[in-house]
């Protein structure tokens, strides 16, 4: 065998390594993804069951209506369906690029992801 035909198999080994690599990463990015998806389902699940909600027909029979509050749906939902958006975003935009640069943008995404969870929440718990 000669040093050309090598050069063939290295470059799969390469390549082969350096998908499973970029799966790995994906993978533990997702992950922490996930942890930020699972925060926002139990705000969507727990707000609305919260006492400022759940005495809203106490309030409109004693005649309080300026106490009724409903919860803000519209930031619940947008809460739980930042992180898998960002996340496919964020995969979309690593794809065919160095790992490195993978890594550093799997972890720009989840900052964003969590600081606009972050603020989305604070604005649903002042609500």
Same mark, same amino acid.
């Given at each position: ?80 369906? /930042? ?9 979309? /935009? ?9 890594? /550093?943008?799997?972890?720009?995404? /989840? ?17």
């Amino acid at each position: 065998m000669s040093a050309t035909s090598r050069q063939p198999d290295r470059a799969t080994g390469r390549r082969r390594a350096s998908l499973v690599l970029f799966t790995a990463i994906a993978v533990l990015f997702g992950l922490l993804y996930a942890y930020d998806l699972y925060e926002a389902v139990t705000n969507l699940v727990s707000v609305p069951g919260e006492a400022r909600y759940a005495n809203n027909d106490f309030y409109a029979e004693n005649g309080l209506d300026g106490l009724v509050a409903s919860p803000p749906w519209a930031a619940l939902v947008a809460n739980v369906a /930042l992180p898998p958006v960002t996340y496919v975003v964020a995969f979309l /935009l690593a794809r065919r690029r160095r790992l490195p640069v993978v890594a /550093l943008i799997m972890v720009a995404g /989840l900052a964003a992801s969590a600081a606009l969870s972050l603020s989305i929440t604070a604005y649903v718990q002042s609500v």
